[in-house]
């Protein structure tokens, strides 16, 4: 993560206002200072950007998603809700879907909550995030075949990744694979660095 | 940008990674000891115990200072039964933690398995009084045997928190356990085993509840060897083998705990029960003062103390016992007055003032259902009584809360056995000469019959009878045929009765047949006094011409006796006797009997008076020859006669149980000397001998021999039966 992202996209913004029309327009310019900020932890200013986007141009689907995702960052997720109900279901995307999995996450369906990250994963295979809360998910609802799949999906793309690791040995031992997890839980205790 | 679940069960919010290393979100990450406490927990649950344990102790090279890791590594020592390393593990991690740590709790509830009570009650009365250090001191206190104090401290929870069901549970297991409430037939509170040994172990707990000792034994056998460290086998295999008798081997196992756990509770408590078990009473009290010099206050140890120094024969010393836990303020109350009536009926007991031991003890098991001892001595009572139906019945009620309890077993199923018909056969000799001639004769009976218990308490027997009956040194042989009657028992706890007939016909026609019999009733006026009023006909045939004239004599008699002190014993008689032939005579005798030494080897000093007053004497008729043909009055006629003996009596019982109705064992002999008002000085021998054999056969055998210038005498019984 840069600092200098923000900076950026305020010296862009800052400009455009200032200087001769350019081929970075004030709708692109404002998105990214969003972005910006977002990616900085900014949440608060961050929505507020893009709210003025959407107030430029209520239609712009790409930004009411993102700012739906803010949203449910800044829990606020009846708002997001809200927000991604305007968008016609084909348009989601894959970060759509995700977002609304998240919101039935925070709602407690776990089903929906499935349904929208597999819908997600369709669209994006390779999001291995999304692909780890789909596994989660999956454990809670004691699929445990299921989850024990992802995980291993995941751990052949991320094989160095301990945390993951351990999340996997824990579902093993769920899953009542005791002698698996115990192999798993030890690959991750290597003798600790003096 | 992709957004991750702040994993937290249940609370899943989309978060952004922000410079993780991981895929996981931190919120789900898991920290290294974290992960070796899981993999610990996972290698539990495949049984991998040593594989657990070698990864904490890996984990605390790694951190020693880890209070975490070392609690469970205690944690998993103590539930293989390794209470050693357990407990010093325990106290590495605990040192320092506050007392209300819920560490402690946990180390208290493994101590109170160990047996290790005082160190579990120690550390929970130290800890704040909160009900799960409650429930768990109540548990503790519950297993020490101190079950008046676990129900009061579950009765205090109960007022508090009416709803507590979890304690309403403990609260009945206590008082399941005190005997209050009845056992539940099959009732197990195990839990399911932690380890393939804690497996073994349940098994033989089951085996031993159902009165399979050696079962249970065999089954702890092979963790001799594959478990050696498994503290609770260790401690019942000690307590089975005390229980079944084998004491050098239970000895041996409380010496190995002793060297691995100094200062066990149950260990100690094991080692004072079973070397009383043993009659090894000195060194058992011994046992018993080391337990109290730990804990002076600790009310099971007082109380077993005061038990065992009064089967110890060692009165004073149990009365003392007994009163320091009655005296004691801080003492529960009811567990104060169960020690006050219990010291009272063992001193009534002791004294041989058993109506009143038994009005004690209905006392003490209404207070006290549970109390076991309570239930044998009134078992015990109840037989000296004569009672043996209710004896039963107490010991009925003792298995119910024991079904281990050994000597209740032998003594019910004797009791058992002792209310079936039996087969009898005796044989009777008597030898006498003297007094001029009117002591010759030499007399034999031979009884072949049997016997039908009623109710336990009640006989009726019936015999066939054979007599040879043989006057001036045995000339001439008289042979008798005839059967004999006999009843009797306990109708009540003070009122007993007894009567008997026989017919005896000779087969020499001048000898007219003879009828003989009588009855009596007993008394006892509140062990003050027993009263006994009979009246028998007898026959006296002393010799040749009072077997021609077939003299009999009826037998007013009253006896009293009394027993004010264990040690002292007064008897006296009055018998007034009317002969056939009309004579009269005065027959009164007292004993004064001093108890020397107290069983199982009593020594009796016994001093007798005997004071005789016939109003006829005998008038020989001779001859002209000189020729005795006939005596008129043909018996010893003493005329204000005196005569005082001093005697000492030795029993040794031999019995492998001492209480009644267990199978008998022992010997007796007495010699006897004195002198009377014709300076005819007397000395006697007489010994007998008793013995239970296989359950079902009694033999008994008695002789007696008295020399003195005057009279010389020698008798001899025996006899033998078999109950079916």
């Given at each position: 993560?840069?600092?200098?992202?923000?900076?950026?996209?305020f010296?862009?913004?800052?400009?455009?206002?200032?200087?001769?029309?350019?081929?970075?327009?004030?709708?692109?310019?404002?998105?990214?200072?969003?972005?910006?900020?977002?990616?900085?932890?900014?949440?608060?200013?961050?929505i507020?950007?893009?709210?003025?986007?959407?107030?430029?141009?209520?239609?712009?689907?790409?930004?009411?998603?993102?700012?739906?995702?803010?949203?449910?960052?800044?829990?606020?997720?009846?708002?997001s809700?809200?927000?991604?109900?305007?968008?016609?279901p084909?348009?989601?995307?894959?970060?759509?879907?995700?977002?609304?999995?998240?919101?039935?996450?925070?709602?407690?369906?776990?089903?929906?909550?499935e349904?929208?990250?597999?819908?997600?994963?369709?669209?994006?295979?390779?999001?291995?995030?999304?692909?780890?809360d789909?596994?989660?998910?999956?454990?809670?609802?004691?699929?445990?075949?299921?989850?024990?799949?992802?995980?291993?999906?995941?751990?052949?793309?991320?094989?160095?990744?301990?945390?993951?690791?351990?999340?996997?040995?824990?579902v093993?031992?769920?899953?009542?694979?005791?002698?698996?997890?115990?192999?798993?839980?030890?690959?991750?205790?290597?003798?600790?660095?003096? | 940008?992709?957004?991750?679940?702040?994993?937290?069960?249940?609370?899943?919010?989309?978060?952004?990674?922000?410079?993780?290393?991981?895929?996981?979100?931190?919120?789900?990450?898991?920290?290294?000891?974290?992960?070796?406490?899981?993999?610990?927990?996972?290698?539990?649950?495949?049984?991998?115990?040593?594989?657990?344990?070698?990864?904490?102790r890996?984990?605390?090279?790694?951190?020693?200072?880890?209070?975490?890791?070392?609690?469970?590594?205690?944690?998993?020592?103590?539930?293989?039964?390794?209470?050693?390393?357990s407990?010093?593990?325990?106290?590495?991690?605990?040192?320092?933690?506050?007392s209300?740590?819920?560490?402690?709790?946990?180390?208290?509830?493994r101590?109170?398995?160990?047996?290790?009570?005082?160190?579990?009650?120690?550390?929970?009365?130290?800890?704040?009084?909160?009900?799960?250090?409650l429930?768990?001191?109540?548990?503790?206190?519950?297993?020490?045997?101190?079950?008046?104090?676990?129900?009061?401290?579950?009765?205090?929870?109960?007022?508090?928190?009416?709803g507590?069901t979890?304690?309403?549970?403990?609260?009945?297991?206590?008082?399941?356990?005190?005997?209050?409430?009845?056992?539940?037939?099959?009732?197990?509170?195990?839990?399911?085993?932690?380890?393939?040994?804690?497996?073994?172990?349940?098994?033989?707990?089951?085996?031993?509840?159902?009165?399979?000792?050696?079962?249970?034994?065999?089954?702890?056998?092979?963790?001799?060897?594959?478990?050696?460290?498994?503290?609770?086998?260790?401690?019942?295999?000690?307590?089975?083998?005390?229980?079944?008798?084998?004491?050098?081997?239970?000895?041996?196992?409380?010496?190995?705990?002793?060297?691995?756990?100094?200062?066990?509770?149950?260990?100690?408590?094991?080692?004072?029960?079973?070397?009383?078990?043993?009659?090894?009473?000195?060194?058992?009290?011994?046992?018993?003062?080391a337990?109290?010099?730990?804990?002076?206050?600790?009310?099971?140890?007082?109380?077993?103390?005061?038990?065992?120094?009064?089967?110890?024969?060692?009165?004073?010393?149990?009365?003392?016992a007994?009163?320091?836990?009655?005296?004691?303020?801080?003492?529960?109350?009811?567990?104060?007055?169960?020690?006050?009536?219990?010291?009272?009926?063992?001193?009534?007991?002791?004294?041989?003032?058993?109506?009143?031991?038994?009005?004690?003890?209905?006392?003490?098991?209404?207070?006290?259902?549970?109390?076991?001892?309570?239930?044998?001595?009134?078992?015990?009572?109840?037989?000296?009584?004569?009672?043996?139906?209710?004896?039963?019945?107490?010991?009925?009620?003792?298995?119910?809360?024991?079904?281990?309890?050994?000597?209740?077993?032998?003594?019910?199923?004797?009791?058992?056995?002792?209310?079936?018909?039996?087969?009898?056969?005796?044989?009777?000799?008597?030898?006498?000469?003297?007094?001029?001639?009117?002591?010759?004769?030499?007399?034999?009976?031979?009884?072949?019959?049997?016997?039908?218990?009623?109710?336990?308490?009640?006989?009726?027997?019936?015999?066939?009878?054979?007599?040879?009956?043989?006057?001036?040194?045995?000339?001439?042989?008289?042979?008798?045929?005839?059967?004999?009657?006999?009843?009797?028992?306990?109708?009540?706890?003070?009122?007993?009765?007894?009567?008997?007939?026989?017919?005896?016909?000779?087969?020499?026609?001048?000898?007219?047949?003879?009828?003989?019999?009588?009855?009596?009733?007993?008394?006892?006026?509140?062990?003050?006094?027993?009263?006994?009023?009979?009246?028998?006909?007898?026959?006296?045939?002393?010799?040749?011409?009072?077997?021609?004239?077939?003299?009999?004599?009826?037998?007013?008699?009253?006896?009293?006796?009394?027993?004010?002190?264990?040690?002292?014993?007064?008897?006296?008689?009055?018998?007034?006797?009317?002969?056939?032939?009309?004579?009269?005579?005065?027959?009164?005798?007292?004993?004064?009997?001093?108890?020397?030494?107290?069983?199982?080897?009593?020594?009796?000093?016994?001093?007798?008076?005997?004071?005789?007053?016939?109003?006829?004497q005998?008038?020989?008729?001779?001859?002209?020859?000189?020729?005795?043909?006939?005596?008129?009055?043909?018996?010893?006629?003493?005329?204000?006669?005196?005569?005082?003996l001093?005697?000492?009596?030795?029993r040794?019982?031999?019995?492998?149980?001492?209480?009644?109705g267990?199978?008998?064992?022992?010997?007796?002999?007495?010699?006897?000397?004195?002198?009377?008002?014709?300076?005819?000085?007397?000395?006697?021998?007489?010994?007998?001998?008793?013995?239970d054999?296989?359950?079902?056969?009694?033999?008994?055998?008695?002789?007696?021999v008295?020399?003195?210038?005057?009279?010389?005498?020698?008798s001899?019984?025996?006899?033998?039966?078999?109950?079916?």
């Amino acid at each position: 993560m840069t600092p200098l992202r923000p900076l950026l996209g305020f010296l862009l913004l800052a400009g455009h206002a200032l200087a001769a029309p350019s081929a970075i327009d004030d709708a692109t310019a404002r998105r990214e200072l969003a972005r910006a900020l977002r990616d900085d932890g900014q949440i608060a200013s961050a929505i507020a950007e893009y709210r003025k986007l959407l107030a430029t141009d209520p239609q712009d689907t790409a930004t009411t998603i993102e700012l739906a995702e803010v949203l449910l960052w800044n829990k606020e997720p009846a708002e997001s809700a809200r927000l991604l109900a305007t968008v016609p279901p084909a348009k989601l995307g894959a970060t759509g879907q995700r977002v609304l999995g998240a919101i039935a996450l925070d709602q407690g369906k776990f089903a929906a909550a499935e349904d929208h990250f597999a819908k997600a994963l369709a669209l994006a295979p390779e999001d291995d995030h999304t692909r780890f809360d789909y596994a989660q998910v999956l454990t809670w609802q004691k699929k445990f075949p299921a989850a024990l799949a992802e995980y291993q999906r995941l751990l052949e793309r991320h094989p160095n990744d301990i945390q993951l690791r351990r999340n996997y040995a824990q579902v093993l031992g769920w899953a009542g694979q005791r002698n698996a997890a115990i192999e798993q839980w030890r690959l991750t205790l290597t003798p600790a660095k003096p | 940008m992709t957004g991750r679940l702040l994993a937290a069960f249940g609370c899943l919010i989309l978060a952004p990674a922000f410079g993780s290393e991981s895929l996981v979100p931190r919120a789900a990450w898991i920290d290294r000891d974290t992960a070796r406490l899981a993999l610990v927990d996972t290698l539990r649950a495949a049984g991998e115990m040593t594989a657990a344990e070698n990864e904490l102790r890996a984990g605390l090279r790694e951190k020693p200072a880890d209070t975490r890791l070392r609690l469970r590594l205690a944690d998993l020592l103590a539930s293989r039964g390794h209470a050693a390393g357990s407990r010093a593990e325990f106290d590495r991690a605990l040192a320092g933690l506050p007392s209300a740590d819920p560490a402690w709790l946990a180390y208290a509830a493994r101590l109170d398995e160990w047996g290790e009570y005082r160190r579990a009650e120690q550390i929970l009365r130290a800890a704040p009084s909160d009900r799960a250090h409650l429930r768990l001191l109540a548990a503790t206190l519950a297993g020490a045997q101190q079950f008046e104090e676990a129900a009061a401290i579950q009765r205090q929870i109960l007022l508090d928190h009416p709803g507590d069901t979890a304690t309403r549970r403990d609260l009945e297991t206590t008082l399941r356990q005190a005997g209050e409430l009845p056992r539940l037939p099959n009732a197990s509170s195990q839990a399911a085993p932690q380890n393939p040994s804690e497996a073994r172990l349940q098994r033989a707990n089951t085996l031993a509840a159902a009165g399979d000792l050696p079962g249970a034994l065999a089954e702890l056998e092979p963790l001799r060897r594959n478990d050696p460290e498994f503290l609770p086998a260790v401690l019942r295999r000690a307590e089975l083998l005390a229980a079944t008798r084998q004491f050098p081997a239970a000895f041996a196992e409380l010496d190995a705990i002793d060297a691995t756990m100094p200062g066990n509770t149950k260990a100690a408590f094991t080692r004072a029960r079973a070397l009383s078990w043993n009659r090894d009473y000195a060194a058992s009290l011994a046992a018993y003062d080391a337990i109290l010099a730990e804990n002076p206050s600790d009310p099971t140890a007082r109380l077993e103390k005061a038990r065992v120094a009064a089967w110890a024969k060692r009165q004073s010393l149990s009365q003392r016992a007994y009163r320091a836990l009655w005296d004691d303020p801080q003492a529960n109350p009811r567990r104060r007055e169960a020690a006050r009536l219990e010291a009272r009926a063992k001193q009534q007991a002791w004294d041989r003032h058993f109506l009143r031991a038994t009005r004690t003890l209905r006392e003490l098991t209404t207070l006290q259902a549970g109390n076991q001892e309570a239930w044998f001595d009134f078992a015990q009572s109840q037989a000296a009584l004569g009672l043996t139906d209710r004896s039963a019945q107490a010991y009925d009620s003792l298995l119910t809360l024991d079904p281990l309890h050994r000597m209740a077993g032998v003594g019910r199923a004797q009791a058992a056995i002792n209310a079936r018909p039996a087969a009898i056969g005796s044989y009777w000799y008597w030898d006498e000469k003297g007094t001029g001639r009117l002591s010759d004769i030499t007399r034999q009976r031979i009884r072949a019959g049997g016997e039908i218990p009623v109710d336990s308490r009640f006989y009726v027997r019936a015999f066939s009878e054979s007599w040879i009956e043989q006057p001036d040194d045995g000339v001439e042989s008289f042979f008798a045929q005839g059967f004999a009657l006999e009843a009797g028992g306990a109708i009540n706890e003070w009122l007993s009765a007894s009567a008997h007939y026989a017919f005896k016909a000779y087969t020499d026609p001048a000898l007219a047949p003879t009828n003989t019999g009588g009855a009596d009733v007993s008394v006892n006026l509140d062990d003050y006094a027993t009263l006994t009023l009979g009246y028998a006909r007898e026959d006296e045939i002393h010799n040749r011409f009072s077997l021609f004239q077939g003299t009999q004599a009826d037998n007013f008699a009253l006896e009293a006796r009394s027993v004010p002190l264990r040690q002292l014993e007064l008897t006296t008689k009055f018998v007034l006797r009317r002969y056939t032939d009309a004579n009269w005579q005065q027959d009164v005798k007292a004993d004064i009997g001093i108890l020397l030494l107290d069983h199982p080897h009593s020594l009796k000093l016994v001093f007798t008076g005997q004071y005789l007053n016939t109003e006829h004497q005998s008038i020989f008729l001779t001859d002209a020859a000189g020729q005795t043909t006939d005596v008129i009055h043909p018996y010893w006629t003493p005329r204000t006669y005196f005569r005082g003996l001093i005697g000492l009596e030795w029993r040794q019982d031999l019995a492998r149980d001492f209480f009644a109705g267990a199978p008998r064992h022992y010997y007796g002999l007495v010699v006897r000397g004195g002198t009377d008002t014709t300076r005819n000085n007397s000395i006697s021998f007489a010994a007998e001998y008793l013995i239970d054999l296989a359950e079902r056969w009694t033999f008994q055998a008695q002789i007696g021999v008295e020399r003195s210038p005057q009279w010389n005498g020698a008798s001899a019984f025996s006899s033998l039966s078999y109950r079916f």
